[in-house]
C-alpha cells in the first residue's frame, strides 16, 4: 500500500519533471532521537526523486549512517562535505553541521538532541538566507528536548517568523484543503486574550496573498471560523464573534478579500462546507488541526506562509512511541517537499507575470504551460 502511495505521487510529479530547474531543498534533520532520519532516508533512497531536486541535508553524516542501519535501506548513498557550496546536483549530500558522535537515545526527549536540532536548524537558516538553497524542509523536533537546550521559540513558525521577519502564517494543506491558523502554540486559555480585530484582518489578508502568489488562485475564498461553540450563538456563549472577528471579516471585504463567516467549527467540517472555501482560518491550534488530520492524516504538509522565503515540513511530529522500529510512513516528507517546489515555480511565476503587466503570461520556456501539482497529488 506505501509502494502504490509513493508511486502515485512520484507518477503525478515526473509528468512536469522536464519543466524544472534544478532546485536545491535544505532538509534539516530535525530530533535525532525520532522517526525524521528515518522518513528522509526512506523518501531519498528512491532515485526518481533525484530527478526533481537536490537535496541538501544539514545535520551530521554519522548519524544517518546510523539510522540507514535500522531501515531497509542499506543501499542508501549520499555524499557529504562542510560547505554548501560544495554539493553537487542530483545526489544527496549532507552538509556536516557537527564532527563528534554523539549519543543517540531513540524514542527520548534529550538535551542532546535539542542542541543538534538547533544547530542544524541555524545552519539551514543562514544558508537560506545566502541563497545557497532555494526553499528548507524541516524534520519534526521534540518541543521539551528543545526547551532542555534553551531553544526560545514555541516552535518552527516562530522560529523562521523572526529570523525572517515578517507577518506569517501557519498554514496545514492537502491537497484541496488548507487550513490556517490565527494563533499557534499558544495555551487554550490565552487564546481570547490573544485575539483582536487587527491580528484577525492581518492574518486573513497574509492568508489572501499567499494563496494568491503561492497557490496561483486569482480570486481566493476564505472562510474564517469563530472562537466559541455556535459561533457565540448571537452572544449567548461569547462576543468574541460580534466585537471582534466578524468586524475583520467586513474590514477584509472592503479591502476586495471574499471572506465569509464566522462560522462554527463543528457545523462547517461536519457539513462539508469546508469544500467551497479555498482556505479556512481557524482561530487557535486544535480547532484547525483536529479537523485536517482527522481528514488527511500522513498526507498533510505544515508550510509557513507570508514570508520571503520558503519553509514546509511533514505533519507528524517525532513519533517516539516508534522510533528506530523501521514503521514509520515518508509520505508526508514526501510531499512536503514536493510542496516546497510547487510554491517555488509558483512565487517565481508570480512576480514574473507581475514584474511586466503587458507580457502577462508570456513566461520563459521552462515555466510555460507548467501546472500546479500540490492538488494533483
Same mark, same amino acid.
Given at each position: 500500500?506505501? *509502494?502504490?502511495?509513493?508511486?502515485?505521487?512520484?507518477?503525478? =510529479?515526473?509528468?512536469?519533471?522536464? *519543466?524544472?530547474?534544478?532546485?536545491?531543498?535544505?532538509?534539516?534533520?530535525?530530533?535525532?532521537?525520532?522517526?525524521? #532520519?528515518?522518513?528522509?532516508?526512506?523518501?531519498?533512497?528512491? %532515485? &526518481?526523486?533525484?530527478?526533481?531536486?537536490? #537535496?541538501?541535508?544539514?545535520?551530521?553524516?554519522?548519524?544517518?549512517?546510523?539510522?540507514?542501519?535500522?531501515?531497509?535501506?542499506?543501499?542508501?548513498?549520499?555524499?557529504?562535505?562542510?560547505?554548501?557550496?560544495?554539493?553537487?546536483?542530483? &545526489?544527496?549530500?549532507?552538509?556536516?553541521?557537527?564532527?563528534?558522535?554523539?549519543?543517540?537515545?531513540?524514542?527520548? $526527549?534529550?538535551?542532546?538532541?535539542?542542541?543538534?536540532?538547533?544547530?542544524?536548524?541555524? &545552519?539551514?537558516?543562514?544558508?537560506?538566507?545566502?541563497?545557497?538553497?532555494? $526553499?528548507?524542509?524541516?524534520? @519534526?523536533?521534540?518541543?521539551?528536548?528543545?526547551?532542555?537546550?534553551?531553544?526560545?521559540?514555541?516552535?518552527?513558525?516562530?522560529?523562521?517568523?523572526?529570523?525572517?521577519?515578517?507577518?506569517?502564517?501557519?498554514?496545514?494543506?492537502?491537497?484541496?484543503?488548507?487550513?490556517?491558523?490565527?494563533?499557534?502554540?499558544?495555551?487554550?486559555?490565552?487564546?481570547?486574550?490573544?485575539?483582536?480585530?487587527?491580528?484577525?484582518?492581518? *492574518?486573513? &489578508?497574509?492568508?489572501?496573498?499567499?494563496?494568491?502568489?503561492?497557490?496561483?488562485?486569482?480570486? @481566493?475564498?476564505?472562510?474564517?471560523?469563530?472562537?466559541? @461553540?455556535?459561533?457565540?450563538?448571537?452572544?449567548?456563549?461569547?462576543?468574541?464573534?460580534?466585537?471582534?472577528?466578524? #468586524?475583520?471579516?467586513?474590514?477584509?471585504?472592503? *479591502?476586495?478579500?471574499?471572506?465569509?463567516?464566522?462560522?462554527?467549527?463543528?457545523?462547517?467540517?461536519?457539513?462539508?462546507?469546508?469544500?467551497? =472555501?479555498? $482556505?479556512?482560518? $481557524?482561530?487557535?491550534?486544535?480547532?484547525?488541526?483536529? @479537523?485536517?488530520?482527522?481528514?488527511?492524516?500522513?498526507?498533510?504538509?505544515?508550510?509557513?506562509?507570508?514570508?520571503?522565503?520558503?519553509?514546509?515540513?511533514?505533519?507528524?511530529?517525532?513519533?517516539?512511541?516508534? +522510533?528506530?522500529?523501521?514503521?514509520?510512513? %515518508?509520505?508526508?516528507?514526501?510531499? +512536503?517537499? =514536493?510542496? +516546497?517546489?510547487?510554491?517555488?515555480?509558483?512565487?517565481?511565476?508570480? +512576480? %514574473?507575470?507581475?514584474?511586466?503587466?503587458?507580457?502577462?503570461?508570456?513566461?520563459?520556456?521552462?515555466?510555460?504551460?507548467?501546472?500546479?501539482?500540490?492538488?494533483?497529488?
Amino acid at each position: 500500500m506505501l *509502494k502504490a502511495k509513493c508511486n502515485k505521487q512520484l507518477h503525478n =510529479f515526473q509528468t512536469h519533471a522536464s *519543466k524544472y530547474k534544478t532546485m536545491k531543498i535544505g532538509i534539516t534533520l530535525g530530533d535525532i532521537n525520532g522517526i525524521g #532520519p528515518e522518513v528522509l532516508i526512506k523518501a531519498l533512497s528512491d %532515485e &526518481r526523486m533525484l530527478k526533481f531536486f537536490t #537535496p541538501v541535508i544539514y545535520g551530521s553524516s554519522k548519524m544517518l549512517a546510523y539510522h540507514k542501519n535500522i531501515t531497509d535501506h542499506k543501499n542508501f548513498q549520499f555524499s557529504s562535505s562542510g560547505d554548501v557550496r560544495k554539493v553537487v546536483d542530483h &545526489r544527496v549530500n549532507v552538509v556536516n553541521c557537527w564532527e563528534e558522535t554523539n549519543n543517540i537515545t531513540l524514542g527520548k $526527549a534529550t538535551e542532546e538532541g535539542g542542541k543538534l536540532a538547533q544547530i542544524a536548524l541555524d &545552519r539551514a537558516s543562514e544558508d537560506l538566507k545566502n541563497k545557497h538553497i532555494d $526553499a528548507i524542509v524541516t524534520l @519534526p523536533i521534540n518541543k521539551a528536548a528543545m526547551q532542555m537546550a534553551k531553544f526560545n521559540y514555541p516552535g518552527h513558525t516562530e522560529y523562521f517568523s523572526e529570523k525572517f521577519s515578517g507577518d506569517s502564517i501557519m498554514m496545514l494543506l492537502s491537497g484541496e484543503l488548507r487550513v490556517a491558523l490565527a494563533t499557534n502554540h499558544l495555551p487554550l486559555k490565552d487564546v481570547a486574550a490573544k485575539l483582536n480585530k487587527e491580528l484577525i484582518d492581518q *492574518k486573513i &489578508r497574509t492568508l489572501y496573498q499567499s494563496l494568491v502568489m503561492d497557490f496561483g488562485i486569482e480570486k @481566493p475564498m476564505i472562510a474564517v471560523l469563530g472562537l466559541n @461553540p455556535h459561533a457565540g450563538d448571537d452572544g449567548a456563549i461569547g462576543t468574541e464573534e460580534d466585537k471582534i472577528i466578524r #468586524p475583520a471579516i467586513i474590514e477584509a471585504k472592503k *479591502k476586495g478579500i471574499l471572506a465569509a463567516g464566522p462560522y462554527p467549527a463543528d457545523g462547517f467540517f461536519g457539513s462539508s462546507t469546508f469544500k467551497k =472555501f479555498d $482556505a479556512i482560518l $481557524a482561530m487557535y491550534h486544535d480547532q484547525g488541526l483536529i @479537523p485536517f488530520k482527522a481528514l488527511s492524516f500522513g498526507n498533510g504538509v505544515n508550510y509557513t506562509a507570508g514570508l520571503r522565503i520558503i519553509r514546509t515540513s511533514p505533519d507528524h511530529g517525532t513519533a517516539y512511541d516508534i +522510533a528506530g522500529q523501521n514503521l514509520a510512513d %515518508e509520505s508526508s516528507l514526501r510531499q +512536503a517537499i =514536493f510542496t +516546497a517546489i510547487d510554491i517555488f515555480k509558483n512565487k517565481k511565476r508570480y +512576480a %514574473e507575470d507581475h514584474a511586466n503587466p503587458l507580457n502577462k503570461r508570456q513566461r520563459p520556456s521552462d515555466i510555460d504551460g507548467e501546472d500546479e501539482i500540490v492538488s494533483d497529488l
